[in-house]
């Protein structure tokens, strides 16, 4: 995998069964996968597998809880603050990093929409970004200005959904799309 946070959390077992079974996802795909792919690729009985996780979405609801808990912090966080040009650009700023964090998540997530739409996470992930919409949204201002908000959290993800295809370092990807966030976002206060 790419994304070195998985790398660190290697050790014990049910990470192991995560990291494993998201690989397994991104290559043949969530529906394709079987738990017992899942402990052949572990070489592991599916008994020591089913020990952890009765099924793959239990794996993948794991997976989703310990990626986004930084997100779930970061709302918490900028819902105690006053809502100012500077709290956003930070929410901008902490949110990419999560994202980079969790890449080959969004990437799953990203590639399995359908499914996605099926499990219980996606009305989590719905709930999670309108509420970073809220936060990030002027209250007063032109329309365009509140569009201006919205977009600057959209090109967030386009940095980490869309343009992972582009030629270069995912990493000057993502500074890439965080300037432009930040640009969008600052121009919105500017002409409020």
């Known amino acids: 995998m790419s994304s070195s946070s998985p790398q660190q959390r290697r050790g014990n077992t049910g990470q192991r069964i995560q990291d494993v079974a998201l690989e397994l996802f991104a290559e043949q795909g969530y ?3 079987s738990l017992r792919e899942i402990a052949e690729r572990l070489e592991v009985t599916k008994a020591a597998l089913y020990y ?6 239990d794996i993948i609801i794991s997976i989703f809880d310990d990626v986004t808990r930084p997100i779930d912090e970061l709302i918490e966080w ?3 603050q006053p809502r100012t040009l500077e709290m956003k650009r930070e929410v ?5 990093e999560a994202m980079a964090g ?3 998540l969004y990437r799953f997530m990203q590639e399995n929409q359908a499914t996605m739409r099926e499990l219980s996470i996606g009305e989590t992930v719905k709930k999670r970004l309108f509420a970073l919409v809220e936060l990030l949204r002027t209250e007063d201002g032109p329309l365009t200005n509140q569009v201006r908000c919205v977009s600057a959290l959209f090109t967030l993800h386009a940095g980490m959904m869309f343009l992972q295809h582009v030629e ?12 432009v966030a930040t640009d969008l976002i600052t121009q919105a206060h ?3």
């Open 92 to 96: 901008l700023r902490r949110y990419s």
């Open 78 to 80: 900028a819902e105690q």
């Open 31 to 33: 529906e394709k996968t």
């Open 190 to 192: 500017q002409e409020v």
């Open 52 to 57: 952890h996780f009765k099924t793959k979405e």
């Open 102 to 104: 969790g890449a080959s």
């Open 168 to 179: 270069g370092d995912p990493e000057e990807t993502r500074q890439a799309a965080l300037e």
